[in-house]
């Protein structure tokens, strides 16, 4: 299987080499010279670069252009501070950081540094094309799960990990957050949004004792063993880690779980509907039988992933909507956001993930 390579920089996120190179050499001595520097693909939120030196190959991150309206979701501090702690609880799947700069003269924006972990990325687009097979698929599924009961095993007491959040309320509070950035980007009325911001708050459950999330946790964000894709070598994209019920986590990656039975939207932006995939409800009843926590009400937490990756769909499609970026995939997203919205509202109608 061939590793994760990035592509031609796209039009519009180029970065100041000569400032970069600079800053590099003064902040990092023995960094090297910068020879090729290219993006990895997506990009919906923070943008991933590569850049090669002769002596090894760093990943460097950064908002996106025009994000600085929502810089709540682009903390580059917090992200490098994250796998910081993690590294230094010996968390084995993230890559070794290596520096973070807050001066924004460089790049006109925050950023940080970190190794390259080689190896293979799963995206929607490219991965049906690889004929892997159903067997591997199925064992690969199962292990993101075992990954994400891994991550939940941490002893945030004992890391210090604890405090990158308040665990407290942290339900309640993620859902009236989610709900105000929705507000604070609607640009048209979509009912389903209003319907499931009510019922999300009246249906708030009792809260589970509390543990490390990643709160993006994908196939996409994963990066897999060439030689053995089920063996994940690194998590990748930790800017929404933070402390809290861990079904909220399950939840969210549920609601990135598309099957073969749905509809296209869904479809395109995951590869959980390829064939040998667990479905929804086998990845909950894994995760309740590796992690021994109760998933009862695990459509609560699924209902709450769609409702909130709609609203990270419509503040995408608001910076478009305002002109602070002319990147033309986000033109639609409106329609994505009606179309999660109104598979959530059948979630809760149904009782069902």
């Given at each position: 299987m061939t590793p994760d390579r990035p592509t031609t920089i796209r039009?519009?996120?180029?970065?100041?080499?000569?400032?970069?190179?600079?800053?590099?050499?003064?902040?990092?001595?023995g960094f090297g010279e910068i020879t090729?520097?290219?993006?990895?693909?997506?990009?919906?939120?923070?943008?991933?670069?590569?850049?090669?030196?002769?002596?090894?190959?760093?990943?460097?991150?950064?908002?996106?252009?025009?994000?600085?309206?929502?810089?709540?979701?682009?903390?580059?501090?917090?992200?490098?501070?994250?796998?910081?702690?993690l590294k230094a609880a010996g968390y084995r799947t993230i890559?070794?950081?290596?520096?973070?700069?807050e001066d924004e003269t460089v790049m006109n924006c925050p950023f940080y540094v970190m190794e390259r972990v080689p190896g293979v990325i799963l995206r929607a687009q490219t991965a049906?094309?690889?004929?892997?097979?159903?067997?591997?698929?199925?064992?690969?599924?199962?292990?993101?799960?075992?990954?994400?009961v891994e991550l939940h095993a941490l002893d945030i007491q004992q890391t210090g990990l604890v405090h990158l959040g308040k665990p407290e309320g942290y339900i309640r509070r993620q859902v009236e957050g989610w709900h105000k950035r929705y507000l604070a980007a609607q640009t048209?009325?979509?009912?389903?949004?209003?319907?499931?911001?009510?019922?999300?708050?009246?249906?708030?459950?009792?809260?589970?004792?509390?543990?490390?999330?990643?709160?993006?946790f994908k196939y996409d964000n994963v990066v897999l063993n060439p030689d053995d894709l089920p063996d994940i070598r690194a998590v990748l994209d930790w800017e929404?880690?933070?402390?809290?019920?861990?079904?909220?986590?399950?939840?969210?990656?549920?609601?990135?779980?598309?099957?073969?039975?749905?509809?296209?939207?869904?479809k395109s932006f995951n590869l959980t509907h390829l064939p040998g995939n667990l479905t929804r409800r086998e990845v909950a009843d894994r995760y309740a039988e590796r992690s021994g926590r109760d998933?009862?009400?695990i459509v609560y937490y699924y209902v709450f992933g769609l409702f909130k990756n709609s609203v990270v769909i419509q503040q995408i499609y608001t910076r478009y909507k305002k002109g602070l970026t002319n990147d033309e995939r986000f033109a639609g997203l409106l329609w994505g956001v009606q179309a999660l919205s109104g598979v959530a509202v059948q979630a809760v109608d149904k009782g069902t993930i």
């Open positions: 039009p519009g996120e180029e970065l100041d080499l000569t400032a970069l190179q600079a800053y590099l050499n003064d902040a990092f001595p090729d520097i290219a993006q990895f693909p997506g990009g919906y939120s923070n943008l991933t670069y590569l850049l090669k030196t002769p002596a090894k190959e760093y990943v460097l991150r950064r908002p996106p252009f025009g994000a600085k309206d929502i810089k709540g979701g682009h903390d580059m501090d917090r992200e490098f501070r994250v796998l910081s702690m890559p070794e950081p290596v520096i973070f700069c049906p094309k690889l004929g892997i097979s159903p067997e591997t698929m199925r064992r690969l599924s199962e292990s993101l799960v075992d990954t994400l048209d009325d979509v009912p389903a949004m209003t319907e499931l911001a009510r019922w999300l708050t009246d249906a708030l459950p009792a809260e589970n004792a509390p543990t490390l999330l990643h709160n993006d929404m880690c933070t402390v809290g019920d861990p079904l909220m986590d399950l939840g969210t990656s549920l609601s990135y779980w598309a099957e073969s039975t749905d509809d296209l939207f869904r998933v009862s009400n």
